[in-house]
C-alpha cells in the first residue's frame, strides 16, 4: 500500500520546551492510527505540522512522497484540499446556520456551482444522520451534533487524510460510541486514511487499526490497542491505568 504521510527524524520546541524529538513514524494508506500520550508530549503539535500549520525544526514530512515544508502557500492549499482537520472543539461559525458552515470550506476552496454546493451539503448531512438539523445555529445543538456537525465538514470536500484532534473529548460514553462508529463507517464508505489523537480508550478500541504511544516527544511504543493494554511495561500500564481512572471518573461524573 502506498505511505500517505511519513514523519522523518522530525523535532519541534517552543523555547526550551522539547515537544517532538527525532519522531519517524509511517501511515499506510487506509489505515486508522491512533496516537496517545501524556499532554504536552506533542501530538496535536504533530498534526499541526503534517497539515503545514507548523514547521517542524529538524526533519521531514511527506504527503503521498511530496515534503510537506517550505511550500509556496499555493501549493501547500492544493494539498490541504487532500487532508481534512476536526478539531477538537468541532469549530463551527457561530454566526453561521450548519448550512452554511458546510458551505464555507466548498466556496473557499473550490469552484462550485450553488446546486452542486446545495447537494453535497445535502448528502454530507445525510452520511451523519442530521439532515433536519441544515438551518440550525450551532448554539441549538448538543455536544454530539455538533461533533457530527464537524465531521461532516471535514469530509464534505472528500480528503484523503482525516486528522481528528480528541474527537469524543467532553462526550458521554454512549456519544463517543456513536462518534467512533460514525469515524469507522466513513472512513470505509470515502477510503481514507485517519490519524486520531486521542486519550479516549473506548474510542481508540473501535477506530484503531494500529495505536502508537509517544513519551518524551518519541514514539516509544506501537501494536494493536489490545496489546498495549495488556502490554507488562511499566509506562504503558501507568499510562493506560491513568487513562482508565480518569475515564470512570468523568462517565461517573
Known sequence: MDVVVEVENVSKAFDSNVVLEDLSLKIEEGENVTIFGRSGTGKSVLLKCIVGLLEPDIGDIKFYGHSVLNKPINELNEMRKEIGFLFQSAALYDSMTVRENLEFPLRRIFNFSDEEINQKVVTVLEQVGLE??????????????????GLARTIITKPKLILYDEPTTGLDPITTKEISLLITTL?????????VVTHDILCARIVSDRAVVLKDGKLRFEGEIENLLKSDDIFLRNFFSDQIIEENRSNNG
Not at 472512513?187 to 490519524?195: A, F, G, N, P
Request: no cysteine; aromatic share 0%; glycine share 8%.
Open 187 to 195: 472512513q470505509k464508505e470515502l477510503k481514507t486514511t485517519s490519524i
Open 132 to 149: 433536519k438539523a441544515i438551518d440550525e445555529m450551532p448554539a441549538s445543538l448538543s455536544g454530539g451534533m455538533k461533533k457530527r456537525i
